[in-house]
């Protein structure tokens, strides 16, 4: 397994960094005050309420610019899929992760409705619940995540994720409980599959933090069996940094297998529990298949999808380039250099937040710059970042200033790290939930 490094993402200046103390969250404090003299009333719809979707809703319902907030969220919890590969190795609990809408509904006056939408009507400017319901809006946000693209793997049906589960869709703890019971109760000696998907999916980095935590765990408690990575592409995110990394501390515990050497995953079959890739069959105790990766399926229903599969966007303002008056955020967007994770949702609800702001309001308040920034472990207490700064060039938003974790570097600065991660999910959830 050859490690060689990531290529920076096009556009990107590569910079290595062991610090990162203020270009982070720079705009999590930041206030959108508009007078209010005589504003119309404007009704904002938000899809979603995950990152993008909660933290917009806040910060419009604040933003002091006569707009009334309607959040449409079918959970009445929501756990955070970023986080949560702690939680398959037994570091935390799932349930520290999750997260319940009460206060955005008490203490920011946002009506927090628990549906479903399964249609819209963007001339007439409407969406209708599965409850029967039609809210009609001045400007809708929809912040659709993604949903799962398994068309590609043969056999792959609507049982397979309790048989492989994926561990990677959805904002409920199932996915991850399943799969944490699975590798519990397999066998010393027994062998773990994580598949990983091709580009574009979201939070590049996080089948690689699960394999880390995984094997970690299996290191200690069940020191004889092996972990494979069947991977759909012939790099990924930091390899020089996390190949070292699970050689040094599990020699031949963890394999990864490229593209090229035959990791890409073809079939499955559930009833005998086995997977091919490239022509092998492989019967793993425990197969955590990750799926590629599309818009989320209401975006296809509101017609906010394009061929490629993803939602094109005005990258100023984040508004749909296929209907008026509709914004798209997170993970569902073509968003140029920027990636699919938490931090870029995040980002641009509080950009997208103040472009309403100004289209409401007419104001003309500057939008924020875009960043990133992916955290992850790669063991209790050590952490890894791979991040980068963007704004709109030609049309697109393109990296201007990319930076990572470095190879080698001591103890303390990947604790440091992970503290920094421990401090960046408190400020995001704080932002998205109050």
Sequence with gaps: MPPGPLPPAKGFMPLRRRTFSG????????????????????????????????????????????????????????????????????????????????????????????????????????????????????????????????????????????VFPH??????????????????????????????????????????ERASLIAGYLKSSKPKSKLLILDTKVEFPMMDVLIADWENRFGNLVEWISADFGGTVSAVDNTARSIRADGETYTPAVANIIPAQRAGAIAATLDLVDDSGWCPVNPQTFASTRHADIHVLGDAIDAGDMPKSASAAHQQALSAAVAIVNLVSGSTVPLPELENACYFLTQAGRGLVVGGRYRVSNGRIAGVEGYSSAPGERTEIRQKTAERAEKWYGDVTHDMFG
């Design 23 to 162: 270009l982070l969250l720079a705009t999590i404090g930041s206030t959108l005050a508009v007078p209010l003299f005589a504003l119309p009333k404007a009704h904002v719809v938000v899809i979603g309420g995950g990152v993008a979707g909660a933290t917009i809703a806040r910060r419009l319902a604040n933003a002091g610019a006569g707009i009334d907030v309607t959040l449409i969220e079918p959970n009445r919890r929501y756990t955070t899929p970023f986080f949560s590969n702690r939680s398959l190795a037994g570091l935390q609990s799932i349930e520290m992760f999750t997260h319940g809408y009460d206060r955005l509904s008490s203490k920011d006056g946002i009506a927090v409705v628990h549906d479903r939408v399964v249609d819209g009507d963007p001339t007439g400017k409407t969406v209708r619940l599965a409850g029967g319901q039609t809210l009609a809006y001045d400007r809708l946000v929809v912040c659709p995540g993604t949903s799962l693209l398994t068309s590609d793997i043969e056999g792959y049906t609507s049982d397979s994720p309790q």
């Design 167 to 208: 561990a990677y869709d959805g904002s409920s703890p199932d996915q991850w409980l399943l799969l944490r019971r699975q590798i519990q109760d397999m066998d010393d000696g027994g062998v773990v599959i994580i598949s990983a998907p091709a580009r574009p999916y979201k939070c590049t980095p996080a089948p690689y």
